[in-house]
């Protein structure tokens, strides 16, 4: 079973809109949460994290937003740009010190100029 | 610069045929990762390891060994290929904590 999903598989949003890419999560001892950035021919580069004791997250162009009894995750990109046509990945952490990162299956977001 | 180096970075190979594929980290991590990516499955954990000599198994190692000796270094052994190993393989290591992991930047590996 899929402890974290990623129910988009891809979004189009037009250059200077709002990007929204959404995470659902089952494991309530998830307790960490990042989200990755990836382009074709590379790897997963780190974007942003949230803890489970915040409900939000800003850097810059990127907020995550949190809701817990939802068990929810979002991933906010204002004003969206072309260079931001990736796939992007939420990933969780299950307490301190774990070891397993668990990925969604990627929204790959299409920005169009 | 701070960087996980996997080679090779693209490998075709048939069936049986014993191959290695190296993962080097320059951060002194502790936690090194392996995993493998295919399509509409996302990114799955082969191997992790916590440290020199101390490894385990995460959601889908059947088919891999890998081997601690040094800690900068983590390869992923495939001694015995199979197609349904065809993906492409990422590394990753962290610091202690709940802290991003980084990758290398893939292996592609086609196997016949």
């Known amino acids: 079973d899929q402890q974290v999903k990623q129910n988009s598989p891809s979004l189009s949003v037009q250059e200077g809109r709002i990007s929204i890419l959404n995470c659902d999560y089952t494991n309530s001892m998830f307790d960490y949460f990042l989200w990755y950035k990836k382009y074709p021919a590379e790897g997963p580069t780190f974007l942003i994290s949230i803890s489970s004791i915040k409900d939000k997250n800003e850097d810059g162009r990127f907020t995550v937003f949190l809701n817990k009894s939802a068990k929810h995750l979002s991933l906010h990109i204002v004003p969206s740009q072309p260079g931001d046509s990736a796939v992007y990945f939420c990933a969780a952490y299950s307490g301190a010190g774990s070891y397993q990162l668990t990925f969604g299956k990627g929204t790959k977001l299409s920005v169009i100029p | 610069e701070a960087q996980v180096t996997q080679n090779p970075r693209y490998l075709i190979t048939v069936t049986g045929k014993k191959l290695t594929v190296t993962c080097s980290q320059n951060?002194?991590?502790?936690?090194m990762s392996w995993y493998r990516q295919d399509p509409g499955l996302g990114l799955r954990q082969i191997y992790y390891s916590m440290n020199v000599e101390v490894t385990d198994k995460g959601d889908v190692p059947e088919g891999y060994k890998v081997s601690r000796k040094e800690k900068r270094n983590f390869p992923l052994i495939l001694e015995s290929p199979s197609p349904n190993q065809t993906s492409l393989y990422f590394c990753a290591s962290r610091d202690r904590g709940n802290q991003p992991q980084h990758f290398g930047d893939g292996t592609r590996l086609s196997i016949l």
């Open positions: 951060m002194n991590h502790e936690y």
